[in-house]
C-alpha cells in the first residue's frame, strides 16, 4: 500500500518558518505531480502549490513569493517551505501524490497542522 506520511506542522508565530515534509512509504513506485493542500476551518480544501515531475511549479496568489514546493531527486519526498507565516495559513495541510500503481492514481497524506499565532 502506498502512504504518505506528512511531518513538520507545528505552532509558530507570525513572521515564522516552517517546512512540511511528506515522504511516500513505497519509493518503487514512480510519482508524477506532487502538491500541498491545507483546509481551513470551516474552509474548502484549497491548492496551495503544486510541482510537476519536469520541475514546474503553481502556487496560490496567497502564498507566492512566501511557500516553496520542492522535491528530492528521486522524487519520493516533497517539501513545502513556509515562510513569514500569517494567521491565515493556519490550516490542516496535506500532501498528494500521483503515483503510478498500475494506473496513475492519486494518494493523499493523513495531513498536518500548522497554526499561526499574532
Known amino acids: 500500500q502506498v502512504q504518505l506520511v506528512e511531518s513538520g506542522g507545528g505552532l509558530v508565530q507570525a513572521g515564522g518558518s516552517l517546512r512540511l515534509t511528506c515522504a511516500a512509504s513505497?519509493?518503487?513506485?514512480?510519482?508524477?505531480?506532487m502538491a500541498w493542500y491545507r483546509q481551513a476551518p470551516g474552509q474548502q480544501r484549497e491548492l496551495v502549490a503544486r510541482?510537476?515531475?519536469?520541475?514546474?511549479?503553481n502556487y496560490a496568489d496567497s502564498v507566492k513569493g512566501r511557500f516553496t514546493i520542492s522535491t528530492d531527486n528521486a522524487r519520493n519526498t516533497v517539501y513545502l517551505q513556509m515562510n513569514s507565516l500569517k494567521p491565515d495559513d493556519t490550516a490542516v495541510y496535506y500532501c498528494?501524490?500521483?503515483?503510478?500503481?498500475?494506473?496513475?492514481?492519486?494518494?493523499w497524506g493523513q495531513g498536518t497542522q500548522v497554526t499561526v499565532s499574532s
Open positions: 513505497r519509493t518503487r513506485f514512480s510519482i508524477r505531480d
Open positions: 510541482i510537476t515531475s519536469g520541475g514546474r511549479t
Open positions: 498528494l501524490a500521483e503515483v503510478l500503481v498500475g494506473s496513475w492514481r492519486d494518494y
